[in-house]
C-alpha cells in the first residue's frame, strides 16, 4: 500500500499546514533574533557601567533572567519546527523509509500530548508568579513566568502543524491513536501506581524514558513525559511543581551563557578568525608526516576554547582542513575519526557549555573549572597524537614543500588576534571584569572588531541566520535541561538518590571504583542521552557522592565530561560521531574501524586524567 492518499482535500490541508507552519517560523523567529541581541547589549551594558563606570546595574540581572526565559522558550519553539531538538535516532535509522516515518509520527505526537498535558498547569504557574514581585524592576514575576504557558502553546501549534503537514492516511490517525491509548492507558491505571512505591521509577523512569529514547521521541520530550506521568499518577504532589522545577532548571541565570558562546562561536566562522588559526598551524606543521592531523587536533583544541559549541567547532575546522589533507592520501573515514575523536577531547576546554552546565546544576566555581579544563585537554590530545605519528609515520611528503620561516611568520601575524582571544576570555573571567555568563559579550565585541577591523569579513546579511540558529540550538539545549531538572527532581524526592548514595558510597576501593563507576557510567550515559541530559540528571545526584568518598569535586567534574564526551563520540549510539559525519559529508560506515583506535587512545587518556588529580586541579 501507499503511504500517501490522493484526496485532494488531503493535497490543500497538507499545503495550508506548510504555509501556516512558515507563518509561525517567522512570527517566532524574528523575536527570538531580537531577544539574542537584547541580552547581548544587556549583559555587556551590566559589564561597562559595573567595571568601567563603577556604577551597577541593578536591574540587569533581572531584565537578563527575563528576556532569556522568553529566548529559552521562542528558541524551543523554532526547534521544534526545524526538527532540531536531540533525538537518539540510531534505531529507526536502520527500518525501512515507511516505518522510519511512522516513528517519526508517533515522536510528534508524543510531543503533542506532553504539551497539551502541561499546557494548564503552566498556565496556572504564571498565573500564581503574579504574587512575587522582582525586586529591581518591581513588576510581577508573571511577565517572565508567561513565557511557560506561551511557548507552551506556541509548540502545541508547532506539534499539530506538523501531524496535519506529515502524516498523510491512515498512518496519522494509527500514530495519534496509539499514543492516546497509551496516555489513556496510564491514566486509567492511576490507583494502581500510587500503591507500588519506588517500583514506579523503573516503570517511568527506566522503561518509560528507555523506550521513547530508542523510539526516537526527543529527549526532552521523553523526560518531560516521564516526569510528569510519574508525578501525576503515582504521587499526591500537584503537577504544577513540574513547571516550577522545569521554570529553576531553564531558566537559570547562569545558562545565559550558552546562546551568547554559540553565536560566538558562529562569528568566528564567519569573520575567519577559525581559518586564521588553522593557516598558521597547516604552515608550521603541513611538512611532517602527519602534520595535518596534528593540526586538526591543534586547531579543535584552540576553537573549542572560544566557541563552546562542538558543532559550531567541527563546522569551523573540517572544510578548511580535509580538501587539503584528502589530496594528501588521508582517507575519508580516517578524517571523520579523527574529527570525532577530538570533539571528545575538547569537551573540557574553557568556555564549553558543558563545564557552564556543570557548575549551575552542582554549584561547582565555574572560574575553577575553567582553569581546570585546559590540561585534561593536552593529556588527551597527547594520547591521540601518539596514534596519528604511528598511523602515518612512513606517510610520503615528496610532493609537500616545507613553509619557509617568513610564511610561516606571516601566517602566525595574521592569526595573532584570532589565537589571543581565548587568554582574553579567561583573564576577563579571572581579572573579575566580567562574569562566566558576561564574558561572551566581550568575546562577541572583540570578534566583531577583529572581523570588521582586522579580517574585513563581516557578512551583515549572515547575522539573522546565524542569531535564529543560536536560539534554536540554545532552545534545543536548555528545554533538555529544564526538562532534566523536573526529572532529577522528582528522583531525588523519590528516595533514589539516597539509595544510590549509599550503593555508590558502599563500593570496594574508595574513591578509586567510584572514579572507574563513574567512567563507565557516564560513557554509556553520554551515548544514550548525549552530553548536557546526563550532566544535568545525574550530576546533581553524583557529586556529593564524590565530595563524601574524597575526590575533589573539579577533578570529578573533568572525569565525567571526558567519559562523557567519549560516549557522546563513539559510534554507534553517539549523536556526536553523525553530527561530525554530517559537517564532513563523509559516510558513517566509513570511520566506524579507524576510530576504534582513537577511542582506545582517549580510554588511556581519560584513566591517566581519574588517576593523577594534578592534572585537574594544580592550577587552582
Not at 568566528?268 to 592531523?293: N, Q
Not at 591543534?298 to 587539503?324: N, R, T
Not at 571504583?513 to 557516564?522: D, E, N
Not at 546533581?540 to 564524590?546: E, Q, W
Request: proline content about 5%.
Amino acid at each position: 500500500m501507499s503511504l500517501h492518499t490522493h484526496d485532494p482535500s488531503d493535497v490543500i490541508g497538507r499545503a495550508w499546514a506548510v504555509k501556516a507552519s512558515a507563518v509561525l517560523g517567522w512570527l517566532t523567529e524574528i523575536p527570538a533574533a531580537v531577544l539574542v541581541v537584547a541580552e547581548i547589549l544587556v549583559l555587556l551594558a551590566g559589564v561597562i557601567f559595573r567595571y568601567a563606570l563603577h556604577k551597577p546595574l541593578i536591574w540587569s540581572d533581572e531584565l537578563a533572567s527575563m528576556l532569556f526565559l522568553w529566548l529559552s522558550l521562542f528558541g524551543s519553539v523554532i526547534a521544534l519546527n526545524r526538527g532540531e531538538h536531540m533525538r537518539m535516532t540510531a534505531i529507526v535509522g536502520m527500518m525501512k523509509p515507511r516505518a522510519r516515518a511512522f516513528f517519526d509520527m508517533i515522536a510528534i505526537a508524543a510531543a503533542v500530548a506532553f504539551l497539551l498535558m502541561i499546557l494548564h498547569p503552566a498556565i496556572e504557574y504564571a498565573q500564581e508568579e503574579a504574587y512575587v514581585v522582582m525586586p529591581a524592576l518591581e513588576i510581577p514575576n508573571t511577565w517572565r513566568a508567561a513565557a511557560i504557558p506561551v511557548g507552551t502553546a506556541l509548540m502545541l501549534m508547532v506539534g499539530l502543524l506538523k501531524l496535519a503537514q506529515h502524516a498523510t492516511g491512515r498512518d496519522a490517525v494509527i500514530a495519534i491513536l496509539v499514543v492516546a491509548a497509551i496516555v489513556g492507558g496510564f491514566y486509567a491505571l492511576g490507583p494502581v501506581f500510587r500503591t507500588l512505591g519506588n517500583y514506579n521509577l523503573l516503570i517511568f523512569f527506566l522503561f518509560g524514558v528507555g523506550v521513547m529514547v530508542l523510539m526516537a521521541v526527543p529527549i526532552a520530550f521523553s523526560f518531560g513525559l516521564a516526569t510528569f506521568a510519574y508525578i501525576s499518577l503515582s504521587t499526591h504532589t500537584p503537577s504544577m511543581v513540574v513547571i516550577g522545577r522545569f521554570d529553576e532548571g531553564m531558566g537559570h541565570l547562569i545558562l545565559l551563557a550558552v546562546p551568547l558562546f554559540v553565536f560566538l562561536g558562529q562569528l568566528i566562522e564567519m569573520t575567519g578568525m577559525a581559518k586564521a588559526m588553522v593557516a598558521f598551524l597547516a604552515s608550521l606543521l603541513g611538512h611532517v608526516r602527519g602534520g595535518l592531523h596534528y593540526v586538526l587536533v591543534g586547531a579543535m583544541y584552540l576553537v573549542s576554547g572560544i566557541s563552546g559549541s562542538k558543532a559550531a567547532d567541527m563546522a569551523a575546522v573540517a572544510p578548511v582542513l580535509f580538501p587539503e589533507m584528502t589530496k594528501r592520501g588521508a582517507k575519508p573515514g580516517d578524517l571523520v575519526a579523527l574529527l570525532s575523536a577530538t570533539g571528545a577531547q575538547t569537551e573540557t576546554i574553557p568556555p564549553s557549555i558543558v563545564l557552564i552546565t556543570i557548575g549551575s546544576v552542582t554549584g561547582v566555581s565555574i572560574a575553577a573549572l575553567f582553569t581546570g579544563g585546559l590540561l585534561p585537554a593536552l593529556v588527551l590530545a597527547i594520547a591521540l597524537c601518539s596514534v596519528v605519528w604511528w598511523r602515518y609515520r612512513d606517510e610520503d611528503l615528496s610532493g609537500v614543500a616545507k613553509a619557509s620561516w617568513g610564511e610561516v611568520g606571516r601566517a602566525f601575524i595574521i592569526s595573532v588576534p584570532a589565537i589571543a582571544l581565548p587568554f582574553v576570555i579567561r583573564a576577563a573571567v579571572i581579572e573579575g571584569v566580567a562574569t562566566a555568563t558576561e564574558v561572551s559579550t566581550i568575546g562577541i565585541v572583540y570578534s566583531v572588531v577583529a572581523g570588521l577591523l582586522i579580517y574585513r569579513r563581516f557578512d551583515f546579511r549572515r547575522l539573522f541566520p546565524m542569531l535564529v540558529d543560536t536560539a534554536a540550538l540554545s532552545g534545543a539545549i536548555l528545554f533538555i535541561i529544564g526538562a532534566a531538572t523536573g526529572m532529577a527532581w522528582a528522583l531525588t524526592q523519590s528516595g533514589f538518590s539516597n539509595a544510590l548514595a549509599e550503593a555508590m558510597r558502599a563500593l570496594p576501593g574508595g574513591s578509586a571504583s567510584f572514579l572507574a563507576v563513574s567512567i563507565v557510567a557516564f560513557v554509556v550515559l553520554g551515548s544514550v542521552l548525549e552530553g548536557i541530559p546526563a550532566i544535568v540528571l545525574f550530576g546533581p545526584l553524583l557529586f556529593p557522592i564524590a565530595k563524601q568518598v574524597g575526590v575533589n569535586e573539579v577533578h570529578y567534574s573533568m572525569v565525567v565530561i571526558l567519559a562523557m564526551g567519549m560516549g557522546l563520540f563513539a559510534p554507534p549510539f553517539g549523536v556526536g560521531y553523525y553530527a561530525a559525519c554530517a559537517i564532513s559529508r563523509i559516510s558513517p560506515d566509513a570511520g566506524m574501524k579507524p576510530i576504534v583506535g582513537y577511542m582506545i587512545a582517549l580510554l588511556i587518556g581519560l584513566i591517566i586524567v581519574a588517576a593523577v588529580p594534578w592534572i585537574s586541579t594544580g592550577f587552582l
